[in-house]
């Protein structure tokens, strides 16, 4: 049975928290466990990427006790902001930072440079990898994240009810996309925005007082975090799942949507463009530039007004449903990664 070590946030399955990394980290935990492999997960308590001494150190514990010659996969959160730990280490072990979203400076280039094998989560991931360091592109993978099987959801005739799944996070563009919503105030809609308000409280705290200023508050839901069949049920109940991220590097929550046969309206940044895809050389839902309200509030417009435009986007976001990949795509990759890296 070959062995892998995992070293992971310390929050990976806390439901108050959670985020496209930690669900994408435990998916593959799992995944490799079914495929055979000896799964040893090691959580990293500490605010990463920024640990302070303690939490450092914690790390250097762990890397010390690793067995010479074991697979060590590393979260990128953690890999990516500790070079002088991994280097002390990179000669004994087979190290495989887990690379979610690039940092492009200087410390992340000297921990990448001692690994055996890197893994990216996404295409755009790995090209901005090989881009920014001197990296052979032999060693870069891409495993990208698959999606679960979930069951078609038909869609309300007018296509009011529009859906976020993000955090409540500057970097998710939420503000954007309350001031496109305050442009439609004279059409009939309802968003729910689900996702952490814990992160950046300031400015989720901004964020209330601007629905409130435009008079939406009984019109844009803030949500938390939600989970299960309660997540399951906010899906259900959208026409149309809105991201509008200023940065993403893949975005799962597009390929649950699509999953569903959920319509996306989302932004032209990092990975979404792949995350959305192709049908026939027509995308399942549309694409706007990043923080520009206007834009967003235009395309917005051109859903709920245009029912044709509706219906040949379902359309679209049915046929992407069938061509989505599942989560043992994911293992699958992330696998022929890992025996690289043992046979180095």
Not at 312 to 330: C, F, I, K, M, Q
Request: proline fraction near 8%; charged fraction near 20%; include cysteine.
């Amino acid at each position: 049975m070959p062995s892998v070590h995992v070293i992971l946030p310390g929050d990976i399955d806390d439901p108050a928290a959670p985020s496209g990394g930690n669900g994408y980290d435990r998916r593959v935990c799992t995944g490799l466990a079914a495929a055979g492999w000896s799964v040893r997960e090691h959580a990293v308590p500490g605010a990463w990427p920024a640990p302070s001494p303690a939490e450092h150190a914690r790390l250097a514990e762990i890397l010390i006790g690793l067995p010479d010659g074991a697979v060590v996969l590393v979260d990128g959160l953690i890999a990516s902001v500790v070079p002088d730990a991994l280097a002390a280490h990179a000669r004994r072990l087979r190290l495989v930072p887990l690379v979610h979203l690039p940092r492009d400076d200087d410390t992340e280039a000297r921990a990448l440079a001692g690994a055996t094998v890197i893994v990216a989560t996404s295409t755009w991931t790995r090209d901005q990898l090989l881009r920014r360091y001197a990296l052979p592109p032999s060693r870069v993978h891409v495993a990208a994240p698959g999606v679960d099987p979930a069951p078609v959801v038909a869609g309300a005739p007018a296509g009011t009810a529009l859906l976020c799944v993000a955090a409540v996070a500057a970097h998710k563009g939420h503000d954007v996309l309350v001031e496109a919503m305050a442009e439609l105030a004279d059409r009939p809609w309802t968003l729910t925005c689900v996702g952490p308000l814990h992160r950046e409280p300031d400015f989720v705290d901004r964020l209330r007082e601007r629905i409130t200023a435009h008079r939406l508050d009984d019109r844009i839901r803030l949500t938390g975090p939600l989970g299960g069949d309660r997540l399951a049920a906010a899906y259900a109940a959208a026409d149309l799942l809105v991201h509008p991220s200023r940065g993403e590097t893949y975005g799962m929550v597009v390929t649950e949507a699509l999953a569903r046969g959920i319509p996306v309206l989302a932004t032209a940044v990092g990975g979404l463009p792949d995350a959305l895809g192709h049908v026939a050389g027509e995308r399942p839902g549309v694409l706007v530039p990043p923080e520009q309200p206007a834009a967003l509030a235009d395309a917005l417009r051109r859903w709920l007004d245009d029912a044709t435009l509706r219906e040949r986007l379902r359309r679209t976001a049915a046929r992407r449903r069938a061509a989505l990949d599942d989560w043992t795509s994911t293992t699958t990759r992330i696998t022929t990664a890992l025996e690289e890296a043992m046979a180095s």
